[in-house]
């Protein structure tokens, strides 16, 4: 019996649409909406196993079933992604067209044998994820964020701005959130840098988290977020939902695109604007991008100490100077020094992530904004990851290293009962 091997990819695209179509012809699928999730899929697999054991295709008994899988995830989930969404240890699925699906596993990009039919399937997929979550794409809206249920990020970017067909993108957040545990496993920080940051967010200083793309922000923000008391009540402010609060007191709120007459968005600004009437002891916002970075320092300056960000540059410094050019977008006029002023007086420290050549992520230093220096803002680095190359297994090798400073804010914390202990400035871990 010849394999699916035989069969050319259009071939077998051809039959699982075909089927496809006859299912559902038999479908009670008002009934089925009344039925729970894992009922109605064991119902409708037995009508599919059925289904594709009575075509004359010249597949296996494992080719049929890989076949039944995959009609049952077109009905219930998203086509052939839905291996992809189980497989706990992707952190990236990349569609850079309907035929070519890249993945990221621990680091390295990887392509995959899984192709959706054509570019029309594709477009189905990402219209199924957009519309759970209240958004469109078309070509008055070619680009979208969105999310998945279990708080993935979903960006897509559909013609005429994508020349080769809709383009998806999916960061990955695992079911079970990465643990402050879980980093100092993977090295990404040590005991130390986590015991001070810690500290620092339950002294309520205002942290700025900065790295590139994919470097860990979010998932650091996430960690910390655990240090905040429960008793306290946060507001969280996202373009689109990711943060994982545990805690019982959370408001969250998400940004929206326009309607299709192109209004009706609501801009991060205007729900930082709004949270300050939510009487928030804390407010996180997922990441500042334009104007809002004016309204969080405000926030900041004005009661609402302890309130945590995430911001897009390659080195603290550029994060610093990525706040001002982000205020100065909100078109105020207030001069530069005033803004540099505001910024030092608002963030205590600046923690900067990386994802390093092998794929890890790292803290490669956690900074504090000591205050202004004439017409620069002053800074010191309180630890610091010094790379000293790569392994015969292509792992980076460094010392994660205190610089022996002691923190101007370590006063502010003392006075608040959290004290930092004298040997956190002098710890050093090679690995």
């Known amino acids: 019996m010849a394999n699916l091997q035989t069969f050319e990819r259009s071939e077998y695209q051809q039959v699982k649409a075909d089927l496809h179509r006859k299912i559902l012809d038999r479908l ?41 899988r995959e009609i049952l995830d077109e009905i219930f989930g998203l ?21 070519k699906v890249y993945i990221e596993r621990g680091g390295k990009l990887e392509l995959t044998g899984l192709s959706f039919k054509d570019n029309q399937h594709l477009m189905q997929i990402i219209e199924r994820i957009v519309s759970r979550v209240g958004r469109r794409v078309d070509e008055s809206s070619p680009m979208v964020d969105a999310r998945l249920a279990d708080g993935s990020r979903v960006n897509a970017i559909i013609p005429p701005l994508a020349l080769d067909g809709a383009c998806l993108s999916i960061r990955r957040f695992g079911s079970v959130p990465v643990t402050a545990r879980n980093m100092i496993e993977n090295h990404s920080l040590t005991e130390a840098m986590l015991e001070l940051l810690s500290i620092m967010v339950k002294g309520r200083l205002n942290l700025l988290i ?30 689109a939902a990711e943060l994982q609060l545990k805690q019982e007191h959370v408001v969250r709120l998400e940004t929206r695109p326009p309607n299709i007459e192109g209004k009706g968005a609501v801009r991060q600004r205007q729900l930082v604007i709004n949270s300050l ?32 960000t995430t911001v897009h540059a390659n080195s603290v410094r550029d994060a610093l100077a990525r706040v001002e050019n982000m205020v100065s977008m909100a078109n105020l006029n207030i001069p530069e020094r005033a803004v540099r002023h505001q910024i030092a007086s608002a963030i205590h420290a600046v923690v900067q992530v990386a994802r390093m050549s092998d794929g890890t992520r790292k803290v490669i230093s956690i900074s504090e904004v000591t205050g202004m220096d004439s017409e620069s803002i002053s800074m010191q680095d309180i630890f610091v990851f010094e790379r ?11 010392t994660f290293r205190a610089t022996g400073f002691r923190p101007l804010f370590a006063d502010r914390l003392a006075t608040s009962g959290a004290r930092l202990r004298p040997a956190l400035f002098e710890s050093k871990t090679e690995i």
């Open 388 to 398: 000293r190359g790569i392994d015969e297994n292509g792992k980076v090798r460094g």
């Open 210 to 239: 900065s790295g590139g793309t994919g470097a860990g922000k979010t998932t650091l923000l996430n960690v910390l977020s655990g240090y905040i008391p429960n008793v306290e009540r946060i507001v969280t402010i996202e373009d």
């Open 79 to 99: 086509g052939p992604l839905e291996p992809l969404l189980k497989d706990h240890t992707i952190s990236d699925i990349l569609v850079n067209r309907f035929d």
């Open 28 to 68: 009670d699928l008002e009934k089925l909406g009344r039925s729970t999730g894992d009922s109605a899929r064991e119902e409708v697999l037995v009508l599919i196993r059925n289904s594709v054991n009575s075509e004359a295709i010249p597949l296996s008994f494992a080719e049929r079933e890989r076949l039944s």
């Open 277 to 308: 009437r939510m009487r928030p002891d804390r407010i996180v916002v997922g990441e500042v991008r334009g104007e809002e970075a004016f309204d969080m320092l405000q926030a900041m300056n004005t009661g609402h100490e302890g309130s945590l």
